[in-house]
């Protein structure tokens, strides 16, 4: 058994932790089977939104005519674009994987990892321990239990970021974020796109009001069919049937492709954490306090898999915290998920911060309301549907939470959540401050000031 000062396991925002203990000149194990960057580089946000943006320019040219351009996309090579993106990405991760690798006081196991006792991990042929153990070992597509799918040859997010092909048809299940974005990337590409999703509107974790504004806006682009549940999936000549039912009528869906995009689900239990004396809740997320200390002593754990916040820049602020109190146990601190934004890189954007409308009680808030077209670049833009909504606190004023939907959506949310992080956090943090004029912040402004 080889001992350590610290293990980590997951090279995602792990590696902060990597990084940290290293520098101290702490003895560092490193377990991660797969390639250096985690979800976020290798197969989530970095590649997702550098093919989005190609999608972006696609769209940017065939909505040209509206603002006296003639301009036609003559082809697109689908290929090119996803292999550009592939090289980027495999690059990072190669260069971090060598940055590792040249550390004297950090040895990287490039192997799958499991628990075998308190402290203990199984990786290859090899036992090694460690007084510290962090653990950032992230999330996996999840597969709804769909007859016949597992023999379907269905892709996931991981494989449609590299999907060599463009399909001329491809069926989605299911209608988060992940749908989102991928069906507008896939969309703008050329591709017809179905969507099908259980619930009455997309995106459903959003506020209510954005999620109905966004689900039209995709009904005019996509099939998109709501309340159905895929009942079972076949494949024959290179074609793939969905059978869906919205519990009165079933329908088959047939297309090229078919994208399972049914939420995800944590990687505990390929760790085997329970022998280890980590406890996991009725999903499979990790149990971790307010210090993000599990129920094993010297055992942390952050990112996805402790299903706090399945964002990266949380899972960053996480790994602050953990190593923190990791070597400070006197001075602990509670992470501060305080103001916690996050964005849907889709068509329309979307992007939120704080509480929803309808987890409010009625009489206890306000809600501003502005919309995109009635400020002077929304204009410009000419945005029918984009609108910012803030709310907030009767009696106080405090900013309670924000919601936008449009173009930048996911670059105006920052004004709000500084303001609500910054200061006494209410409206007057917005209201007071001076916007330029005609810029897009206007439509954050104005909704402030309706308030």
Request: hydrophobic share 40%; proline share 3%; with cysteine.
């Amino acid at each position: 058994m080889e001992s350590f000062d610290v293990i980590v396991i997951g090279a995602g925002s792990g590696l902060n932790i990597v990084d940290a203990a290293a520098s101290q000149g702490l003895k560092v194990a490193l377990v991660e089977n797969g390639p250096m960057g985690g979800t976020c580089l290798n197969r989530g946000c970095i590649p997702s939104k550098m093919l989005i943006h190609s999608a972006d320019v696609a769209e940017t040219i065939r909505n040209a005519e509206k603002f006296g351009v003639k301009s036609r996309i003559s082809s697109v090579n689908f290929k090119g674009i996803v292999s550009r993106v592939s090289r980027f990405v495999d690059n990072d991760s190669r260069e971090i994987e060598a940055s590792i690798r040249a550390t004297r006081n950090i040895t990287l196991f490039k192997e799958k990892g499991k628990f075998s006792g308190k402290k203990t991990l199984n990786v290859g042929n090899k036992t090694i321990t460690a007084d510290k153990i962090f653990i950032f070992a992230g999330t996996r597509p999840a597969i709804p239990p769909v007859k016949g799918i597992e023999t379907s040859g269905y892709i996931t997010s991981t494989e449609a970021l590299r999907l060599q092909k463009l399909p001329k048809t491809l069926t989605i299940i299911g209608g988060g974020y992940i749908a989102a974005e991928l069906a507008h990337f896939f969309g703008a590409m050329g591709s017809k796109v179905t969507i099908l999703e259980r619930g009455s509107t997309l995106v459903p974790s959003e506020d209510s009001e954005i999620a109905k504004a966004f689900t039209e806006a995709y009904g005019k682009k996509f099939n998109v069919l709501l309340g159905h549940s895929a009942e079972s999936v076949s494949k024959a000549k290179g074609k793939f049937a969905v059978a869906a039912t919205n519990g009165k009528t079933r329908r088959i869906v047939v297309s090229d492709q078919l994208l399972v995009a049914a939420g995800r689900t944590p990687n505990a239990d390929i760790l085997d954490v329970e022998k280890a004396g980590v406890k996991v809740n009725k999903e499979g997320f990790i149990v971790a306090n307010d210090y993000l200390e599990t129920t094993a002593d010297g055992v942390w754990a952050g990112g996805d898999i402790a299903g706090k916040y399945q964002f990266k820049h949380s899972a960053n602020l996480e790994s602050q915290y953990i190593y923190h109190n990791a070597f400070n146990p006197k001075a602990k601190r509670k992470v501060d998920y305080s103001a916690m934004p996050h964005a849907i890189f889709s068509s329309p954007q979307i992007a939120g911060v704080g509480l929803k409308e309808q987890d409010l009680k009625k009489g206890s808030y306000a809600a501003g309301r502005y919309s995109y077209k009635d400020t002077g670049m929304g204009a410009a833009l000419q945005d029918e549907t984009g609108f910012a909504k803030i709310l907030i606190e009767k009696k106080t004023g405090k900013i309670l939470g924000c919601h936008i939907i449009g173009p930048d959506a996911s670059t105006l949310i920052h004004e709000v959540v500084v303001a609500m992080k910054s200061g006494h956090g209410t409206i007057d943090n917005i209201t007071r401050a001076v916007h330029v004029h005609p810029a897009l912040s206007e439509v954050v402004q104005r909704a402030a000031n309706s308030l």
